[in-house]
């Protein structure tokens, strides 16, 4: 991970662009990553989630060049990609992009400008560096990032008045259905609207939402996000079997219940639980998690609203709980790194974040533990797990913006 300020990643971006293009860039933008603090696996089943957009993120600088091509420079990767914009739209233009054939990275702008294509937006041909620092496969959303900086840039440079949500719904539209990875909206929802020192409630199904300040610094607490060093593995399958184990629960419970739930989101724990001993053990337990999951969620909420910093923390303990022993999507190595997290003085609550199996944990940390934090429960969990983990000490930012430079 690039560890430079903003300031120097900006004229690094700058100077690049110089050298490659014989100009100056006339937009950058930027859109960040993101760490959710509490609502796992519930974006998909229309509940709610409380990300942070996180100040590690996807800058691109770009111009108009007059032509009907992009051209793009990534310097994490030290490569270049070109293609046409087609004159097609429809699903034609999904098509009339092809992913390239050398390099992976290229995909996420291909697919968003794909995409943008598809649903009739005006694309004009343009010149662009791109330089991240959202740590990649980490569970942050390195490429919600990408995919929201990318709609943020050509919205600016044709002028096409997208609004921050229907950014979002292009940036999953373009993972959904060009990358092929089914994720919800939340990743995208976060890096597009995002706001500094606060947490977004959002209503996944409703896509209402509503900014919850943390007030962090004030309450010199931070978050602090670790990767546990476990790469993340079986990701497209488990959480496919998640989705369908999801799914028949509220087949089954529609049928028991004699009418019919669109989600989990349409029955509440205390109705749940006096079916759950009908469902299959599995099930059940992958609908509790869901169902009590957003129930967190509200309650993280209050609490947050009345200062209630102690019970926040549990809920965050109660998440890693339910994620681990009935949505069963941790893994050895993370549950260690939470238990060693959540016995630390000064660690508020810590659970498992994104979609799971390695990655990353989020804490909330006093500020002056932060260094023992550092000192001890890394050295601690290197010890046991024989892995490296790396720790990111985050603050909240705001979404997707241009830069003014
Ligand atoms: P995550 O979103 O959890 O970070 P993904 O596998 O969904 O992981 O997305 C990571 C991919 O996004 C990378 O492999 C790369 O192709 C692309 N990507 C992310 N950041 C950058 C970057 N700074 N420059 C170029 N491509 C990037
Ligand atoms: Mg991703």
């Not at 051209?71 to 098509?95: E, H, Q, R």
């Not at 959202?134 to 096409?160: F, H, R």
Request: net charge negative; aromatic share 6%; proline share 2%.
């Amino acid at each position: 991970m690039t560890t430079a300020t903003k300031d120097a990643r900006l004229s690094q971006i700058a100077d690049t662009f110089q050298k490659r293009y014989g100009k100056a860039p006339s937009v950058t933008v930027r859109a960040p990553g993101r760490v959710n603090l509490i609502g796992e696996h519930t974006d998909y089943n229309e509940g709610f989630v409380f990300p942070v957009a996180i100040d590690r993120e996807m800058i691109i600088a770009a111009t108009a060049n007059g032509s009907d091509r992009i051209n793009v420079y990534s310097l994490d990767y030290d490569a270049c990609d070109a293609f046409v914009i087609p004159t097609s739209t429809g699903d034609d233009a999904m098509s009339a992009i092809a992913k390239s054939e050398k390099h992976a990275w290229a995909d996420y702008l291909r697919a968003v400008i794909a995409t943008l294509r598809k649903r009739g937006y005006k694309v004009s041909g343009f010149d662009a560096v791109l330089l991240g620092n959202v740590p990649q496969g980490a569970g942050l959303s390195s490429s919600a990032a990408y995919e929201v900086a990318v709609v943020t840039l050509v919205n600016n440079l044709d002028n096409l008045g997208i609004s921050a949500k229907d950014a979002a719904l292009i940036a999953q539209q373009a993972e959904n259905k060009y990358i092929g990875v089914q994720c919800g909206i939340m990743d995208q929802f976060i890096s597009a609207l995002g706001k500094e020192d606060s947490a977004l409630l959002v209503d996944c199904r409703s896509l209402d939402f509503r900014a919850v300040p943390l007030n962090l610094a004030w309450r010199d607490y931070a978050i602090v996000i670790t990767h546990s060093g476990v790469q993340r593995g079986l990701v497209t399958s488990e959480y496919n079997a998640r989705r369908a184990e999801c799914n028949e629960g509220i087949q089954a419970l529609s049928s028991m219940l004699g009418r019919k739930l669109n989600s989990l989101r349409d029955i509440d724990l205390a109705e749940f639980e006096k079916q759950a001993s009908k469902l299959s053990d599995k099930v059940a337990r992958r609908c509790r998690h869901v169902i009590s999951e957003n129930k967190r969620v509200l309650d993280a909420v209050a609490a947050l609203e009345s200062a209630d910093l102690v019970e926040f923390g549990q809920l965050l303990n109660a998440s890693h709980c339910s994620l681990r022993d009935d949505f069963e999507v941790s893994c050895p190595e993370i549950d260690q790194l939470v238990e060693l997290s959540q016995q630390h003085d000064g660690v508020l609550g810590a659970r498992i974040t994104g979609g799971g199996f390695g990655g990353c944990t989020v804490a909330v940390v006093a500020n002056k533990a932060i260094d023992s934090f550092k000192d001890e429960v890394i050295p601690a969990y290197e010890k046991l797990s024989g892995k490296h983990a790396e720790v990111y000490i985050c603050v909240a930012t705001d979404g997707a913006q241009v830069l003014e430079l």
